[in-house]
């Protein structure tokens, strides 16, 4: 057991110092010092204190998710990489990110839905690889990309190709060629970018 000895409030007037036996033991939020009903003379356990300093962390984790979230949506992966790079502890980004899925504020299949949709310059397997970094899962990629339209993709690759055009020589072995590789680069394969490109180009396979 310890006892509580001094609650001081920090510059931060959101937050306090708990000192245990006199001696400083953590910073809390005030939030969760009430919650906890940490007073001066209280005999706590261990225990009890740890547990006030990661419900504290979470909450603090949690707020700062949600200014992040003011200016976009992200990923759980994204939040959590976040907060990991504030030196939130990984158990107290987990929790953080569990109550953002809870409440509605992340949404990985939404978030890829999106993400689709604002990327449609790119190819599938292109936009399958950002989604990959950014930790969403194969199945809710999957079935994000159930309904996608290959005709789709050979419209997206045509379109690029005809822009490419616009500002290249696309009429030399040479230009053609680096058409190809662009086109390669967004992660259209060889048979899509020969089909996308026959209409712009006297395309030669060999």
């Known amino acids: 057991m310890a006892t509580i000895t001094k609650i001081e409030e920090q510059k931060n007037k959101k937050r306090v110092n708990i000192f245990v036996d006199d001696a ?29 300093v990661f419900e504290s962390e979470v909450k603090r984790a949690f707020e700062k998710s949600m200014d992040y979230l003011s200016s976009r949506m992200y990923s759980s992966k994204e939040i959590s990489d976040k907060l990991l790079k504030k030196s939130f502890e990984k158990d ?19 978030f890829a839905k999106q993400f689709i949709e604002q990327n449609k310059r790119y190819s599938k397997l292109m936009i399958e690889n950002k989604l990959k970094t950014k930790g969403i899962s194969n199945s809710i990629i999957n079935a994000v990309f159930s309904e996608f339209d290959d005709g789709n993709e050979y419209e997206i ?34 048979d899509l970018i020969k089909s996308a490109t026959k209409d712009i180009t006297s395309y030669d396979e060999d």
């Open 24 to 52: 400083f033991f953590c910073g809390l939020l005030k939030e969760t010092a009430v919650i906890f009903a940490l007073k001066v003379g209280k005999t706590v356990e261990p225990e009890t204190l740890n547990k006030a």
């Open 92 to 110: 107290v980004c987990q929790k953080a990110v569990e109550k953002l899925r809870e409440y509605k504020y992340i949404d990985d299949e939404l």
């Open 157 to 190: 690759c045509k379109k690029l190709a005809e822009k490419y055009a616009k500002s290249h020589d696309v009429i030399s072995k040479e230009g053609k060629q680096k058409l190809f590789v662009s086109l390669a680069r967004k992660g259209f394969g060889f």
